[in-house]
């Protein structure tokens, strides 16, 4: 176990560095660094304030030293600062990201308190008109637009019905304001986990011990919370951190169309006013968001299901 | 009372009941062996992408200031001049729709395609060498695995400018990690089998083991992921457009149209409803042909799935 853990880690490690190289190698291909890090206003700089500018930032070295710099400075917590208003990177995702938080969990929480039993429920009684549901609601789910799904939600509920508010308005917050974000970041992710969970049950139900239970005369009840369930939730479980990690930054769509104040929408002006150390920060702090809850994820499946055990 | 019904049926009225019931039998049949409908709409789309100049009744971006928000043609105040009405510029959103089609399949075809010969060659090399080799490109996948896609993508929007080929790229870039795995996973069965076997102790070339032994073996999963993969990539160009990272403006985007017409939503919801129907349709299609195949190809899946 210990030496799976360091190995893990290890891996952990490498993707942490891989994927921040590749994005930081994308900024410098894509033009000359300084135009980046110079502010909008900073067109009518001369060249020796750019030169000033870019030795201050440490664009005259090497490309691998500035990576080492920069990876070097978000170790200590300095991501720099937010062209737009200069503030410090790590305050503007520090502010917007429990906006975000909130929205991921109410989504999160719709997608496995919905997802697994309509799996469940699927599966136990599959080629029913249950099953038939279930399988719509997994198509339905993965297939629909979810940007549209939200437009069309907030025609009928809103513009048409009035019963339900279109965006965040900070004055007369609700736990309304939560209803359709909440679907729309939820629904595709559910409409993931149903299938998963339905395949999952679908799988145990045809295994040897569970015929075998069903020979010995075991009632059906007791066949499928006893046998069935317990090993087929196994993996839905484990995945769910990281179906947590995958909505965290799967936040971006709904943000954008209810004006939720949260990262995904700060993301969406940073990538309009090309505040690229914002960018920058964001992408880093998704990597390792998403890094850790797989680690997360993968720690928990062998506590969770004592015959896997890492060498 | 029903059974004292049926008794009561004269034998030929059972008979022809009987038959009718076998024909609408074979239909139901029909319909749940093959997939009918997603294979209609799937064909109409690519007719509508390429026969867009003939069959779209009108310049998809030629506006028409009077006639702006007009409500499709069975509303009370529509007329069949726009069918499915027009936009808040007065482009008829039929014809954008269908020149639409054209984006979606030619982004996520080119791109599924490069990403596929990437992903195909990688799986093919990590799954026939193993060791060194598999664990580098395995890494590699968990990498990509671990970055935030939608953000990537819009920060190198940002950073290129946007264009038709800086997205193909971008949606490259996602679709070839999901053949590595499932080609890597089956070159793991097909190369210990004995034919492959016996091909390599005949003393065959690698190249000749792959050519024609490998790829063939492979290829129905790569047909699976390949279709599943397409639905995906619509989705994510869509997404894109839809939040302004796409090609830009005029070009008829799905996406974008959506986009524009959110503002105009309690004046002329048709502007954005009808593009996203589109989107919603086609990616559901794909995904159930997918299921299908993989169905078709596995038959041990599918009950499972």
Known sequence: MKAFLLRRLAFSLVSLVGATFIVFSLSRVASDPILLYASPEGYGKTPEQLDAIKKKLGLDKPFFVQYILWAGNALKGDLGRSLVGERPVKTVIGEKFGNTVQLAVTGWLLATLVGVPIGVISAIKRGTIWDYIGRFVALFGLAVPNFWFAIVGVLIFSVWFEVLPSGFKGEGFSIKHFVMPTIVVGTSSMAGYLRMTRSSVLEVMDSEFVKLARAKGVSNRFVVWKHVLRNALIQPITISTLLLAGLLNGTLVAEAVFAWPGLGRAMLEAVRANDFPVMMGGVLFFVIIYIVFSLIADLLYAVVDPRIRYS | ?305
């Open chain 2, 1 to 305: 009372m029903n059974s004292a019904q049926q008794e009561t049926l004269p034998a030929d009225r059972i008979l022809e009941d009987n038959q009718t019931r076998a024909w609408w039998g074979a239909v139901y049949t029909f319909f749940r062996r093959w997939p009918v409908f997603p294979a209609f709409v799937l064909v109409t789309l690519v007719f509508c992408a390429v026969f867009a100049y003939q069959i779209a009744p009108y310049d998809p971006d030629v506006q028409s200031l009077r006639d702006r928000n007009e409500p499709p043609a069975w509303f009370s105040d529509g007329s069949t001049k726009y069918l499915l009405g027009s936009d808040h510029v007065g482009r008829d959103i039929l014809s954008r729709v269908i020149h639409g089609s054209r984006i979606s399949l030619a982004v996520a075809g080119v791109s599924l395609v490069s990403g596929l010969v990437v992903g195909v060659v990688l799986g093919l090399l990590a799954g026939w060498y193993g060791g060194k080799t598999d664990e580098i490109i395995t890494r590699l996948v968990d990498i990509w695995h671990a970055l935030p896609f939608l953000l990537v993508a819009l920060v190198v929007v940002s950073l290129f400018g946007g264009s038709l080929i800086v997205l193909m790229v971008v949606l490259a870039m996602v679709s070839w990690v999901g053949f590595v795995r499932t080609v890597r996973a089956e070159v793991f069965v097909v190369k210990n089998q004995d034919y492959v076997m016996v091909s390599k102790i005949c003393g065959a070339s690698t190249y000749h083991i792959f050519i024609r032994h490998l790829i063939p073996g492979v290829m129905h999963a790569i047909l699976v992921v390949a279709t599943l993969a397409v639905g995906g990539l619509i989705l994510t160009e869509a997404t894109l457009s839809f939040l302004g990272a796409g090609i830009p403006a005029p070009t008829p985007s799905w996406g974008l149209m959506v986009s524009e017409g959110r503002d105009y939503l309690t004046d002329a919801w048709w502007s954005s409803f009808w593009p996203g129907l589109a989107i919603f349709l086609t990616v559901m299609s794909l995904n159930f042909i997918g299921d299908w195949l993989r169905d078709y190809f596995d038959p041990k899946l599918r009950q499972l799935v």
